[in-house]
């Protein structure tokens, strides 16, 4: 604007900037040519409440692991938990991690979000915990864990190709952050500081698999582990 003389142009021309970004907030919808990029008030509303609850979350996991920089955490929405939890973080879609950007399982064509890790990187980077996306509403009284092993099935799905074999049975933990909504994480390394934590606030747990025989995930491609009803492997044990 130094190149304007007239005081009362310049005036106009930061009005005219600033209305056009609120009319932008406020009118702008998530799919632009079938890139589906996320309006103002949808992340504001991820990161704040409803299901996802980032703040919270972020908060609860950076109290409940004690700030420790030993514990590392694999999620998808990395920013505003990432902020509160001060915990070591591995964004699984490459925000901060050089190598899934690169080299990540192709995803989705939305802008900064084409690529996923893997769980053989996840494994080759000592990733003690995966949290799922989504907080998870339990009712009282109802045993949610079949449900939960599903997602957690549905969410490990984005991270191979074909097949993948865990060395050992990795644990679902559940974390309550409020009103009966509750993080999920997979428990892929083990790790004392974990252990102790989970005993002392007695955190419930439980195995991915039903059974320790079989520890391989499947594509959909191929054999899905939790949606046919011939896949002894995990549908028929639970």
């Known amino acids: 604007f130094r ?29 632009y040519k079938g890139l589906w990029i ?6 504001k509303g991820r990161v704040l409440t409803g299901n996802s609850n980032w703040i919270d979350i972020g908060r609860k996991l950076g109290y409940v692991f004690d700030y420790s920089p030993k514990i590392k955490l694999a999620v998808i929405p990395v920013g505003a938990i990432s902020f509160y939890s ?33 769980l053989k990187y996840l494994e080759k980077k000592k ?3 995966l949290l799922l996306t989504d907080l998870y509403k339990k009712t009282s009284f109802i045993d949610h864990s079949k449900e939960i092993r599903i ?15 865990f060395k050992s049975n990795p644990q679902i933990i559940e974390i309550p952050i409020k009103d009966n909504c ?33 520890l391989s995930l499947y594509h959909k491609s191929g054999l899905n582990p939790y949606q046919f009803n011939n896949n002894k492997h995990y549908l028929n044990n639970i």
């Open 127 to 129: 990733v003690n915990l």
């Open 182 to 214: 509750y993080a999920i994480l997979i428990y892929l390394q083990r790790d004392k500081i974990i252990d102790d934590i989970i005993e002392k606030n007695d955190f419930k747990t439980y195995s991915l698999f039903e059974s320790n025989e079989n």
């Open 151 to 165: 997602k957690c099935f549905d969410f490990l799905e984005l991270l191979f190709e074909e097949k993948y074999t």
């Open 3 to 31: 190149f304007i003389n007239q005081k009362e142009l310049t005036i106009v021309l930061i009005l005219i900037i600033i209305f056009g970004n609120f009319y932008h907030t406020k009118t702008f919808f998530a799919l």
């Open 86 to 118: 001060e915990l070591y973080i591995i964004d699984l879609l490459g925000l901060n991690d050089r190598w899934i950007a690169k080299n990540g399982i192709k995803l989705w064509n939305h802008p900064s979000h084409r690529k996923i890790g893997t």
């Open 38 to 43: 996320e309006p103002v008030l949808q992340l």
